[in-house]
């Protein structure tokens, strides 16, 4: 058994409940724990991630230059103008990053509390020959 596995990645906001309902929509996850200051997700691929809350949460402001990314997720996706739809559907925004190599393969989106994340097109894998 490995010492370390890995665990959750907890974004901090101001309103956890808020955030679990965006990501659960997005991910068609569902509600695995929740107390006052916490809600956290499982999606259907084992993802977990939670939401902590911060009453002094502020988001990172990417892609200003004179701010850092910090985190954000990747997210693998079979059609890239659907996903959008619905990111934005759930109350989250695309994000427009100039000069980014690869722009018609992923696109850069904020959730709803601006932690920002990329829908990223998944890559087709040719079955194994011989």
């Excluded at 010492?3 to 409940?17: F, I, K, M, N």
């Excluded at 890239?80 to 934005?88: G, H, I, P, T």
């Excluded at 959730?111 to 990223?120: E, I, K, Q, V, Y």
Aim: hydrophobic share 40%; proline share 8%.
């Amino acid at each position: 058994m490995p010492l370390v596995t890995a665990g959750v990645v907890v974004l901090d906001c101001a309103e956890p409940e808020k955030l679990a309902a965006f990501y659960k929509g997005l991910l068609q996850a569902e509600e695995t724990d929740a107390s006052a200051n916490l809600v956290e997700i499982r999606a259907a691929d084992g993802l977990r991630l939670a939401f902590r809350r911060d009453a002094n949460a502020t988001p990172p402001s990417w892609p200003r230059p004179e701010n850092s990314l910090q985190v954000h997720l990747d997210f693998l996706v079979e059609d890239l103008d659907a996903a959008e739809r619905r990111v934005v559907e759930l109350g989250g925004r695309p994000i427009e990053a100039k000069d980014i190599p690869g722009r018609s393969e992923e696109r850069g989106c904020s959730d709803p509390a601006g932690h920002s994340f990329t829908l990223r097109l998944a890559r087709q894998r040719a079955p194994k020959q011989g």
